[in-house]
């Protein structure tokens, strides 16, 4: 530990620790573009500038050790001189362009030109200009208001470990950009997005669709995989219009795939289940409650309910499972409950310094496999066709639970053939699917953004899922569901509500 | 004082490039005797000479070469500089094309004092003959065994390279120059770390400038006393000037250290071109503050210079005359430097884009009032905050030009056009 001193404040700090660092865990603040917690420092923005005692330059903060004896200055007119000159620097080519800029609201730009900017302008030449780039499916370019602080080139060198982004051409005609136009392929390309502190690199996937501060932030977990990355959902008039990493540093650090932040696709999908049917007649929930409370009234006079087979998928929150096995056990009485999730994977937590995706997008793409497992106390299987075939014998009728089945049926005419041989199915499900295309009875349930609960990940840390907007229609949890059909009176049979 | 000639003296020999000669004329003598000493005692011997970089700095090499960690588990390196890139130098080329041998003799004793092992020779890209000489010169020297395994029986080790860079200026700045030796983009790294501790490929590095490390051999051979007698105190040795504009006699000249700046441009290269009136003189390459007429009764040394706020630099003399316009003087040179700004931090990239867009303005004619004290302002701005000493490099050359030719720029403003006429070609007319 060292002792040093900013502008009044004695600190005791680490010995490799950045003046940046130091100051900013106690509270000071030093403007900074270039310098981001988790990337290498570059230096280059010369934002951080602050005056050290006995060193006649002016010093970056990001780059200068901390040593005994220290003392920064961070308020002298020097460096308040200083920012004001890289400010004015950074924006003499910078285009005026905040009122149609997807950065706007979030721009550290914009919040330190009002911080530390001038409000004359004294350039009289004309601005550079670049042509836009496309950089294929995930982000758009914009070169005009780029402020060369790198921070992308090293998130996808560094981080990622994939060099496809680097500087061309010199001077004030540096380039950011993939030399000949090619898309970006990392599965790490949204994270840009955010590294980056102005408008250059925005999201294709969130452009123009609503300012971030008039929307709802709810911190949340991504579905994508058995990961179980801290997210925060955003929200803007009951639609998930984007997600953004949350920092944690046992799972996700502070980035996330592209991969699962696309699941918020499924959420205001057209092919989402919204209300009930019996026999492929739209019916209220409630009746379509009666009608499978019916059947497997039926199952329990005819003494086949031991045969009554339950399937949940691990997509399900711990609640839902939990609800799922006592209304097979108790509601139904049968012990023929199947789960649908993906294998163990042994690579739970590899070396940071491998390339990002080895570390960090996992193959099971259930988000609870692991919460499924505990809850349930049984093993899952890949697909829905491996399940049904791993299970001869007599089936007197399959009532199948699950988020977004479609994606995870498998062999769909394996299941049609094992189907075909059921008296009744009944699915649950948020997205329509082949599937449910079969079954006597479809209901809906909310999505992942829609319920609260908990998913276990697979280092079997249980993290709390929120929910985010409304569902559709008449989706609910299977907590809900599994309650209402608990309640429905057998005598109504029939009459509905 | 003897003018004696030290680096240039075997220039005008026949065949001053091959080993042979340079053999008869006594050379690698210096690296035998280093091999019979310990590396401290080489590095002693230099820090005796007053031996200061060549490249523009001026900073001591024995000094630098002390900086080295002794002990250190990574292997160092030596890197030459040889990316003669500042406008007016052209001296090393010269060293490189005709006396080849001297430098990779220099390098040799100074990869002995560091202890390293390689060295890496980063040639700008443009000097084709430069490149083909030095790899003639470091066959022979290792065919010779003066390079190699086992130099001279002693169990030294030398290996050298000749790395052509791809014509940069800023890989004359020593880290740039050791992220393009790596096979990066040429950009300066932020210091610290030093080269000295963490430079190429990680290892302890030490960059020298070509005739720096030209002299080296001659200061083992006659004694730091010989070297130090040739100019004056803490700036020993002679020095080659380039000079170049309107002189009667521009060439490459050696000249003992501190020659008056006066003597070298009517005695050495016979007065202005014309018999015309001297304007102004940069006295060490583009990137030194400019002097006015009254100012060249000054000793052309590192410290002489410093005293009168302008630099010796790579002793590169560029001479203007009356007839030159310094308004286009310093708008061309701002076009250099922001052509040649690597692009990586922010006062570099912008400010000196910026004063370059403010001056060619000024003197096509639409010059304001207010660009003058913007112009000061902007270099005020970008001094000292960059990364590297490129952006010093453009501001304090433009600040010069502003302050002492004020009334030439204001008048371009005045009179909204160039007041020495039209632009026709070339810097004469």
């Given at each position: 530990m060292v002792k040093i001193r900013i502008d009044d404040m004695e600190i005791q700090a680490g010995?490799?620790?950045?003046v940046l660092q130091v100051a900013l865990a106690h509270g000071i603040q030093i403007p900074h573009f270039?310098?981001?917690?988790r990337l290498k420092v570059?230096?280059?923005?010369?934002?951080?500038l602050v005056e050290i005692e006995k060193m006649p330059k002016l010093q970056i903060a990001c780059g200068t050790n901390v040593r005994e004896g220290m003392v920064v200055l961070t308020q002298t007119e020097r460096v308040k001189k200083a920012r004001q000159a890289v400010m004015e620097f950074l924006l003499?080519?910078?285009?005026?362009d905040c009122p149609v800029c997807d950065q706007c609201g979030e721009c550290r730009l914009q919040d330190y030109s009002f911080e530390y900017?001038?409000?004359?302008?004294r350039y009289r030449e004309s601005r550079r200009t670049f042509p836009r780039m496309d950089l294929g499916e995930t982000l758009v370019r914009?070169?005009?208001?780029?402020?060369?602080?790198t921070r992308c080139i090293r998130f996808l060198r560094?981080?990622?470990?994939?060099?496809e982004l680097g500087l061309a051409e010199r001077g004030g005609h540096t380039e950011v950009g993939t030399y000949v136009e090619m898309a970006l392929e990392?599965?790490?390309?949204?994270n840009l997005a955010e590294v980056c502190?102005?408008?250059?690199l925005t999201s294709k996937l969130f452009r123009?669709?609503?300012r971030p501060w008039m929307m709802d932030r709810t911190p949340t977990l991504c579905?994508?995989?058995?990961?179980?990355c801290n997210a925060t959902a955003w929200a803007y008039r009951g639609k998930l219009l984007r997600f953004t990493p949350r920092e944690n540093e046992a799972v996700n650090r502070c980035w996330m795939c592209d991969f699962g932040r696309r699941?918020?696709?499924?959420?205001?999908?057209?092919?989402?289940?919204t209300w009930a049917s019996v026999r492929g007649q739209r019916v209220t929930r409630s009746q379509a409650i009666a009608a499978l409370s019916a059947l497997l009234e039926e199952a329990r006079r005819a003494g086949t309910a031991g045969e009554v087979w339950v399937i949940a998928s691990a997509s399900l929150t711990n609640e839902e499972l939990e609800a799922v096995s006592r209304l097979a056990r108790?509601?139904?009485?049968?012990?023929?409950v199947g789960l649908l999730a993906g294998q163990p994977d042994e690579r739970a937590f590899g070396p940071l310094d491998t390339p990002l995706s080895e570390w960090?997008?996992?193959?099971?793409?259930?988000?609870n496999s692991r919460g499924a497992r505990d809850t349930l106390g049984i093993e899952g299987q890949e697909t829905l066709s491996a399940l049904l075939a791993a299970r001869p014998g007599s089936c007197a009728g399959l009532l199948v639970f699950g988020e977004d089945l479609g994606a995870r049926l498998g062999d769909l005419a394996a299941v049609r053939a094992r189907i075909g041989s059921v008296p009744w199915l009944v699915v649950a499900d948020s997205q329509r699917s082949p599937l449910s295309a079969l079954a006597q009875i479809e209901l809906p349930l909310s999505g992942f953004a829609e319920k609260s609960g908990t998913y276990t990940n697979e280092a079997g840390m249980a993290q709390k899922l929120a929910a985010v907007v409304p569902a559709p229609g008449e989706g609910q949890s299977v907590v809900s569901l599994v309650s209402e059909l608990t309640r429905?009176?057998?005598?109504?049979e029939g009459k509905g509500d | 004082m003897a003018e004696e000639k030290v680096?240039?003296?075997?220039?005008?020999?026949?065949?001053?490039?091959?080993l042979q000669g340079y053999v008869k004329d006594g050379g690698y003598e210096g690296w035998k005797k280093a091999l019979s000493l310990t590396p401290e005692q080489v590095i002693e011997r230099v820090k005796a000479a007053?031996?200061?970089?060549?490249?523009?700095?001026?900073?001591p090499a024995g000094m630098k070469w002390s900086?080295?960690?002794?002990?250190?588990n990574k292997p160092k390196y030596l890197c030459v500089?040889?990316?003669?890139?500042?406008?007016?130098?052209?001296?090393d080329r010269y060293i490189m094309e005709l006396d080849p041998h001297a430098l990779i003799e220099g390098a040799a004793i100074a990869c002995f004092a560091i202890g390293a092992a390689v060295a890496y020779i980063?040639?700008?890209?443009?000097f084709k003959k430069s490149i083909a000489r030095l790899e003639q010169a470091i066959a022979e020297a290792r065919e010779a065994g003066f390079?190699?395994?086992n130099i001279l029986g002693s169990g030294v080790s030398v290996e050298m390279w000749v790395h052509p860079g791809a014509?940069?200026?800023?890989?004359?700045?020593e880290t740039a120059l050791i992220e393009s030796n790596e096979g990066h983009r040429g950009m300066p790294r932020i210091k610290p770390p030093f080269p000295a501790v963490v430079?190429?490929?990680g290892g302890p590095t030490v960059v020298n400038n070509v005739e720096t490390l030209s002299y080296v051999p001659h200061i083992l051979n006659r004694g730091a006393e010989w070297f130090n007698a040739m100019g004056p105190e803490k700036n020993g040795g002679t020095k080659l000037f380039g000079v170049s504009g309107h002189v009667k006699r521009p060439g490459l000249y050696e000249l003992?250290?501190?020659?008056?700046l006066s003597s070298i441009l009517y005695d050495t290269c016979g007065g202005i071109r014309k018999d015309r009136k001297l304007k102004?003189?940069?006295?060490?390459?583009?990137s030194t503050p400019v002097l006015t007429a009254?100012?060249?009764?000054?000793?052309?040394d590192f410290d002489s210079l410093a005293k009168i706020g302008s630099m010796l630099g790579s002793g590169g003399i560029i001479v203007l005359d009356e007839t030159t316009c310094v308004v286009r003087a310093a708008a061309r040179l701002a076009h250099f430097y922001a052509h040649e700004?690597?692009?990586?931090?922010t006062p570099c990239r912008e400010g000196v884009a910026w004063v370059s867009r403010v001056l060619e303005r000024i003197e096509g004619g639409?010059?304001?009032?207010?660009d003058l004290p913007l112009l000061l302002s902007i270099c005020d701005n970008i001094q000292g905050h960059t990364i590297c000493p490129l952006g010093d490099a453009c501001a304090m050359p433009i600040r010069a030009f502003v302050q002492k030719f004020r009334a030439e720029f204001e008048a371009h403003v005045r009179e909204a056009c160039c007041t020495m006429g039209p632009y026709v070609t070339g810097w004469g007319r």
């Open positions: 010995e490799d620790q950045t270039c310098f981001h917690p570059a230096g280059n923005c010369r934002m951080c003499i080519n910078h285009p005026l900017g001038k409000v004359e302008c914009d070169m005009n208001r780029c402020i060369h602080c560094d981080v990622a470990g994939q060099e990392s599965p790490f390309s949204l502190p102005v408008g250059a123009f669709k609503a579905p994508g995989c058995s990961r179980g699941c918020l696709d499924r959420v205001h999908a057209d092919d989402r289940l108790e509601g139904i009485g049968t012990a023929r960090f997008i996992r193959k099971d793409k259930f988000p429905a009176p057998r005598d109504l | 680096l240039s003296a075997r220039f005008l020999k026949k065949d001053s490039h091959r007053s031996l200061r970089g060549r490249g523009g700095a001026g900073f900086f080295v960690p002794k002990t250190v500089n040889a990316d003669e890139g500042e406008p007016g130098t052209f001296k980063y040639v700008r890209g443009e390079l190699g395994m014509g940069a200026y800023i890989c004359g700045e430079g190429l490929f003992p250290m501190g020659t008056r102004a003189v940069i006295p060490g390459g583009s009254d100012e060249i009764d000054v000793a052309m700004s690597c692009g990586q931090c639409k010059g304001r009032e207010e």
